[in-house]
């Protein structure tokens, strides 16, 4: 049994297809295609795929549907390829639940440097030396990578968060930034902090992060909030520092 990581590319445009067909091939994975939405979410249910590309105007469903449909039972990347520019699109395909976005014409290189940086995020808390918020705060210590906070309890390990005693339902993307958070404690992180997090950069890598980047961080945060149930304004996990970016809420005890 092959252990390539699978892709699936969603696609009514031919050439488009199989350029990022091309591009996924050549970046190590196992890629299956789609030219329909429909079709696109029969396949993602049947092989459950590591990446998912996705086209906006596809001819029976549009793009923004068939991501909130393979959300309902996939935690695949998805990255979506759109030919429209307006802000509105990107933001409704964030909400989603699309990871990341590019627009068209794109160049492979880049889309490869995306997906690649998505696959890099550690799934195992094994190589990491991780630390609880309590340690962030210098007051304590876990080896196991579990993160405990007002009720939250987040494994890097298996990749879970719970609260109150409840499983949570998170992207990969969500999960990253909530850990980023409670690794970092009380210390603010920027926007662009966060937008290097999920590009696996160092923080201080000077890289250039867009208005449009910063953006979706604040799209990924919103939904995040509302699958916690927080409150922007009585925070409970995740404070907002206006005009800065985010850090942890106090601790309740």
Same mark, same amino acid.
């Not at 990446?51 to 998805?78: C, H, K, M, N, W």
């Not at 976005?101 to 997906?115: D, M, N, S, V």
């Given at each position: 049994m092959s252990d390539a990581r699978v892709g699936l590319v969603i696609e009514d445009d031919h050439d488009i297809r199989e350029l990022v067909r091309t591009v996924l091939t050549q970046a190590g994975f196992e890629v299956t295609v789609a030219s329909s939405g429909a079709e696109g979410v029969l396949i993602?249910? %049947? #092989?459950? $795929?590591?990446? &998912? %590309? =996705?086209? =906006?105007? =596809? $001819?029976? &469903?549009?793009?923004? /549907?068939? @991501?909130?449909?393979?959300? /309902?039972? @996939?935690?695949?990347?998805?990255v979506m390829l759109t030919a429209r520019t307006e802000e509105l699109d990107t933001l409704i395909g964030l909400e989603s639940g699309a990871d990341d976005? #590019? %627009?068209?014409?794109?160049?492979?290189? /880049? #889309?490869?440097?995306?997906?690649a940086a998505m696959m890099r995020r550690p799934r195992s808390g094994a190589d990491t030396e991780? @630390? %609880?918020v309590e340690a962030a705060e210098g007051n304590g210590h876990s080896e196991r990578g579990n993160y405990s906070h007002n009720g939250l309890e987040l494994s890097y390990a298996s990749r879970t968060v719970v609260v109150d005693g409840k499983e949570m339902n998170l992207t990969r993307t969500e999960f990253e930034l909530l850990h980023a958070l409670l690794e970092a404690g009380r210390t603010v992180r920027t926007k662009a902090d966060l937008v290097r997090r999920l590009r696996d950069e160092d923080y201080d890598v000077g890289s250039y992060i867009s208005e449009a980047d910063e953006r979706s961080v604040e799209v990924h945060m919103g939904n995040l909030r509302k699958k916690l149930g927080d409150s922007p304004q009585q925070p409970r996990w995740l404070q907002t520092v206006r005009g800065v970016g985010y850090r942890l809420a106090p601790s309740e005890h």
């Open positions: 993602a249910k %049947t #092989l459950n $795929p590591d990446v &998912i %590309t =996705l086209d =906006l105007g =596809l $001819p029976d &469903i549009d793009g923004f /549907e068939v @991501s909130r449909q393979i959300r /309902e039972f @996939s935690d695949a990347y998805i976005y #590019l %627009t068209k014409p794109f160049r492979p290189r /880049e #889309l490869r440097a995306r997906i991780a @630390s %609880t």
